[in-house]
Structures are given as structure tokens and as C-alpha cells.
């Protein structure tokens, strides 16, 4: 089993920054990729960023490119999403999402960090 663990999630007013972290435990050697979620109240979830466990390649929605900067530490096991330029619509409950290398098909979710942008 894979443990996630979100951090840093908080209240920011419009066009500041936060810093978001999940930490992984368990089989983090099994990891594929490491993806950011998030769910305003009323929508369903949606993809933020992604990033592959070993080479780094990153991926963004275009509702964030530009804004948000997700990277890894492998040593630490953590991968953070950097957030910029902050919007009222980015306020969400933020999901760290972890899926197993394909010949496992297992993936895991972490609890979830409040995001709350103010104007």
C-alpha cells in the first residue's frame, strides 16, 4: 500500500501564493506518477498537475499552466505543487493521487487540503 499525506493547504487572498506538499509512504517504490486533484464545492473533481515518479515530465490543466509548478523529491518521497498568482477559483479541496506502475493497477488517494482564495 501506498500512504499519502497533504500538507500546506490554507487561506490566501487573490494572487498569493501557497505551497502544497504530499508526502508519500509505503511502496513509493512502485509509484508510476503522482497527480494533483482538486474539487471546488458543486463540481466534480478535476485534474491540476502530474508528474512522473523516476523522469520528472510534468503535466498541467490550462485552467493553471503558467500558475502552478508541481515537482518531486524522491529522496524525501514528496511531491509539492508551488501555486502562483492565486484565484478565487482555485479554491478547492486539493487531492494527492498516486498510481502503481501498470502491472499492479492500484491507485491511492490522501485525505485532501483546503485551499480557500479570498478576494
Known amino acids: 500500500q501506498v500512504q499519502l499525506v497533504e500538507s500546506g493547504g490554507g487561506l490566501v487572498q487573490a494572487g498569493g501564493s501557497l505551497r502544497l506538499s504530499c508526502s508519500a509512504s509505503?511502496?513509493?517504490?512502485?509509484?508510476?506518477?503522482v497527480k494533483w486533484y482538486r474539487q471546488a464545492p458543486g463540481k466534480e473533481r478535476e485534474f491540476v498537475a502530474g508528474i512522473s515518479w523516476s523522469g520528472g515530465t510534468t503535466a498541467y490543466a490550462d485552467s493553471v499552466k503558467g500558475r502552478l509548478t508541481i515537482s518531486r523529491d524522491n529522496a524525501k518521497n514528496t511531491v509539492s505543487l508551488r501555486m502562483n498568482s492565486l484565484k478565487l477559483e482555485d479554491t478547492a479541496i486539493y487531492y494527492c493521487y498516486a498510481r502503481l506502475r501498470a502491472v499492479f493497477a492500484q491507485d491511492y488517494w490522501g485525505q485532501g487540503t483546503q485551499v480557500t482564495v479570498s478576494s
Open positions: 509505503g511502496r513509493t517504490f512502485d509509484i508510476n506518477d
